[in-house]
């Protein structure tokens, strides 16, 4: 199957991260695909320190 890769950036002012690092951040993102049974990986990844963070979820489309 295609990859498809979407990019958003967050930027934090240097004044507000320790603040930050106790909220939650959402990102919607509408996936268009067809009936069957799909991988879906987020990743994130700070890049000052390069350190990532990975979630997977399988879910399955089926037609009503």
Do not use: H, N
Not at 3 to 21: C, F, H, I, N, S
Not at 28 to 50: F, K, N, P
């Amino acid at each position: 199957s295609d990859t498809v890769r979407q990019e958003y950036e967050l930027k934090v002012p240097a004044g507000d991260y320790e603040r930050m690092l106790k909220k939650r951040f959402g990102i919607d993102a509408a996936l268009l695909m067809s009936d069957g049974t799909y991988r879906v990986t987020v990743g994130l990844m700070d890049q000052v320190t390069s350190q990532a963070s990975y979630q997977t979820a399988t879910t399955t489309i089926a037609s009503p």
